[in-house]
């Protein structure tokens, strides 16, 4: 399975990376209505953490960030997810579910199919947590060296002004008594 199309089904709802019941559904070949089905039978492996029903404002303005984006990528992501729909109740909101909650789901759901989606999930949220330790590394370096060069342009700038002053003292109009060459020996 294909790590992007995965990672184009995660969001950030609430401050966690979920995934919404129809792409799982999707991602597994089975209906949102039987995937919601077998959660249900076993809700006390899916706790309300690691689990959550997006309000109608959440919905909303999910599917309203789709249609108005002008990204390719979020374009297409907004006929999926409008093609998705199709095929659920969309007067229900969907289920988010953390990356706990996935981890539980495929212990649910028992296929190889599932087994193999879930294995692909899993590699795709540690990709995204490798990304952001690694885009953090690298915003604190590219501070430190910032840093840096903020006291290279002082020490250029204090030796461009000491150079303008220097030949600005040199171009001066002398005045005052000056002597002769045969006065100096």
């Not at 899993?122 to 490798?130: G, H, N, S, T, Y």
């Not at 060296?145 to 030796?159: C, N, S």
Request: hydrophobic fraction near 40%.
């Amino acid at each position: 399975m294909e790590i992007q199309l995965i990672q184009n089904k995660i969001y950030e709802i609430r401050g966690h990376k979920v995934m919404l019941d129809f792409d799982l559904a999707e991602l597994y070949e089975v209906p949102t209505k039987a995937l919601n089905q077998a959660e249900k039978r076993n809700i006390q492996r899916i706790p309300s953490d690691f689990m959550f029903r997006l309000t109608l404002d959440e919905w909303d303005l999910m599917r309203s960030q789709f249609a108005t984006a002008s990204g390719n990528r979020i374009v297409m992501r907004s006929q999926n997810v409008t093609a998705s729909q199709n095929k659920r109740n969309v007067s229900a909101t969907p289920y988010a579910f953390t990356e706990q909650g996935l981890a539980m789901l495929s212990g649910i759901l028992n296929s190889d199919k599932a087994i193999n989606v879930n294995i692909a999930i899993m590699r795709a949220f540690v990709l995204i947590r490798q990304y952001a330790l690694t885009y953090r590394d690298l915003t604190e370096r590219l501070k430190e060296i910032e840093g840096k060069f903020e006291d290279i342009y002082e020490a250029i700038d204090y030796l461009l002004d000491k150079d303008k002053i220097d030949t600005k003292q040199q171009q001066r109009r002398k005045i005052g008594f000056k002597q002769s060459k045969s006065d100096k020996q």
